[in-house]
């Protein structure tokens, strides 16, 4: 098809997105994607959907070689492993978590989704099977060893076991302890779900709460209970499933627990959104006004006193005076982080943009203001000097949308509109030219409708 089979087109999203976003969704943690030498592009994806990136030295000794590496990056202590090919794209989050709860409730050493006859997946492989991979031929697949009492592996119709397993902390959470775990996890990066029993059969449960916490590096930790470990199972397969799920909102959900039900309250927070704008001069100004006025946390990093002072950015959360050489030493840098270079020298930003390219934590966004020369010698130095191909697309540079802005304020405007199609997705086309109203529902020349409108 002359490209990667992980790259193709998907609804939207490529193929290897598509199957980590279904993975992470689901509740599987880590999600691990391994990929063949140079396959740059395919690795950029993958991380950006959540997964960390293996690199399998002999890709064409088959698909088993790529599971003994999942294994030994996993160690020991593994509940299971769900394995899913990248031509899957299809497989849904609700698919996953369904197969990963009977997993976990069977106790079986194999589980796999059935429709009819037909096997699909992931498949779900328990640490009984892990020497049977290790034994295994080349290319061959894993036996399925027979269980005490006989008969092989179950197969479950649906889900994956609750999730693999997040690290857990059992005590009694009052509302400020949720509140208080809760902000501290989202102003270092990571979210939050905190799930409240508001009605249930039981008498005991309701008003128990529960804290799911993801941190930047997508490991969740379990605070309180809601009573009892089925419960708390089903709430923790639900919260991360939202947490997985950009759309998900607070509101009421109801778990079913054997004849009954028990309804709880959702409260979903994700990391903060900071915009870090590296440089005080005319352009910052109004960017921090805007970027105030859509939401984010405003930082302005700036070496010279004169420049980086609240009072000449009144809608900043915080105006730091920092060394170029270390800018971000003081700023937490998170997957909710934008940064933006507007420095007064090419020098300043070109060093500013190595320190956040070699930050642990990948930000949202980077953008850096320059004109398509001096963007392209930056592009040729980081390449010099080590940076990975595929790091260059992370870039916004030259930086925002291509409105003719000229004065500090439009270029602003120009960066802000950027940053909220980073945000929020979107072509960035004038709404105009996208639906061509007056084209597609009127004949030219006059105000009639056309038979298109009139079927309307």
């Known amino acids: ?248 909102a607070d509101g009421l959900r109801t778990l079913p627990v054997g004849d009954g039900a028990v309804e709880v309250y959702l409260e979903i927070r994700r990391p903060v959104q900071d915009l870090v704008i590296v440089g005080a001069g005319h352009i910052a100004r109004p960017m921090a006004a805007m970027g105030a006025m859509l939401g984010f946390r405003v930082w302005v990093l700036d070496d010279r006193p004169d420049f980086a002072t609240q009072e000449r950015f009144p809608d900043a959360f915080r105006v730091v005076r920092a060394d170029f050489a270390e800018p971000f030493r003081n700023v937490p840098i998170h997957g909710g982080t934008h940064v933006l270079l507007v420095t007064r020298g090419h020098r300043y930003d070109y060093d500013c943009l190595v320190r956040i390219l070699r930050e642990p934590a990948v930000p949202a966004y980077i953008g850096m203001i320059g004109s398509q020369r001096r963007v392209r010698a930056t592009f040729h130095q980081l390449l010099e000097d080590g940076l990975p191909r595929y790091r260059l697309d992370e870039i916004h540079a030259p930086v925002g949308l291509d409105i003719g802005a000229e004065t500090p304020e439009e270029i602003a405007v120009a960066v802000a509109a950027e940053l909220v199609k980073a945000r929020r997705g979107g072509s960035g086309t004038s709404l105009r030219d996208l639906q061509r109203v007056a084209e597609r529902f009127f004949t030219p020349g006059s105000g009639t409708p056309t038979s298109d409108q009139e079927a309307t």
């Open 1 to 248: 098809m002359g490209r990667p089979k992980a790259l193709l087109d998907a609804g939207g999203r490529s193929f290897v997105s598509a199957v980590v976003g279904a993975l992470v969704g689901g509740g599987c943690d880590p999600v691990l994607v391994v990929v063949a030498p140079g396959q740059d592009e395919v690795a950029r994806k993958a991380e950006a959907a959540g997964a960390a990136i293996l690199t399998n030295p002999d890709p064409g000794e088959g698909p088993i070689t790529s599971l003994r590496l999942a294994l030994a990056r996993l160690g020991e202590g593994v509940l299971g492993v769900a394995f899913c090919p990248v031509d899957h794209p299809l497989v849904k989050a609700d698919t996953v978590a369904r197969l990963v709860d009977a997993f976990r409730e069977s106790q079986a050493p194999l589980a796999l989704p059935m429709v009819a006859d037909k096997r699909g997946h992931p498949v779900i492989l328990g640490p009984t099977l892990f020497p049977e991979l290790e034994d295994a031929s080349r290319g061959s697949a894993p036996r399925v060893r027979e269980r005490p009492g006989g008969g092989d592996g179950h197969r479950h119709p649906g889900g994956l076991p609750r999730r693999l397993l997040p690290r857990r902390r059992s005590m009694t959470l009052d509302a400020h302890a949720v509140a208080a775990r809760t902000l501290e996890a989202v102003e270092s990066g990571g979210s939050a779900v905190g799930v409240l029993a508001v009605q249930a059969d039981a008498p005991e449960v309701p008003g128990a709460r529960l804290l799911v916490i993801r941190d930047p590096e997508g490991v969740d930790t379990v605070h309180g209970s809601l009573g009892s470990e089925l419960l708390d199972t089903l709430a923790v397969s639900l919260a991360s499933a939202a947490l997985g799920d950009p759309g998900s």
